[in-house]
């Protein structure tokens, strides 16, 4: 099984309506990150959590808002989805510890109408 | 803060080929640089790190890539691509405090031709 899993795969929606993205992880790390990736702009960090109680804004977390479940699970909404949100969206992963290898999930893309 | 540029945003080699690519970063003090790699269709997967030591780094898939502190760089290298190798690669510098996430470059990405 993978250590990081993203659901849905997959998903189209309309503008305005809320969706949800969801990440699970194996690993037993603290940290999680979500980022959206575009065509000639490579990664940009949305949001990231270092412990449960901790959430951050990233570069680019307009639009966008996370929960912290659990240590396992972090996912991120989008609370009224408009076309621009169109992307490519990736979950990882990280030990508390400095210089942190990052590992992903396998990404979800989403299609907003 | 860190910062890390990727200065091609596509390189086309032809198969048995040598490859390069260029990865320059910004930060204060000694980094921790990653090269990671993105198969289409799939997610990131890493192929290297260094974080101190040895600046020749062995990876994985016959990559390699050379921390040069006076340059600021941290290029990635393999001697003899494959057509698997076409992807996209993204370089990332991270803060030795370990206090902020990982900088992304903007990615390169390698056509193979026969």
């Known amino acids: 099984d993978a250590d990081v899993t993203q659901t849905p795969r997959n998903r189209i929606t309309k503008t305005g309506k809320r969706i949800m993205l969801e990440c699970s992880q194996t690993k037993g790390h603290d940290r999680m990150y979500w980022y959206r990736q575009d065509p000639g702009l490579g990664l940009r960090l949305i949001y990231y959590s270092f412990d449960v109680k901790d959430i951050n804004k990233g570069e680019i977390s307009d639009g966008y808002s996370v929960s912290r479940q659990a240590q396992a699970k972090f996912s991120l909404s989008l609370e009224s989805a408009i076309p621009n949100q169109t992307a490519l969206y990736f979950c990882a992963t990280s030990e508390a510890t400095g210089g942190e290898t990052q590992y992903f999930g396998p990404g979800t893309r989403l299609l907003v109408l | 803060a860190q910062s890390v540029t990727q200065p091609d945003i596509h390189i086309t080699v032809s198969e048995g080929a040598s490859l390069e690519l260029r990865c320059n970063y910004s930060y204060g003090a000694t980094p921790y640089l990653f090269w990671y790699v993105q198969s289409p269709g799939q997610g990131l997967q890493l192929l290297l790190k260094?974080?101190?030591?040895?600046?020749l780094v062995q990876g994985i898939k016959g990559f390699e890539a050379e921390f040069k502190r006076s340059q600021s760089s941290f290029n990635l290298r393999k001697p003899s691509v494959h057509w698997s190798d076409a992807a996209e690669y993204f370089c990332?510098?991270?803060?030795?405090?370990?206090?902020?996430?990982?900088?992304f470059g903007k990615g390169t990405r390698l056509s193979v031709i026969a």
């Open positions: 260094y974080f101190s030591g040895d600046t």
């Open positions: 990332a510098v991270g803060a030795i405090t370990g206090n902020t996430p990982l900088v």
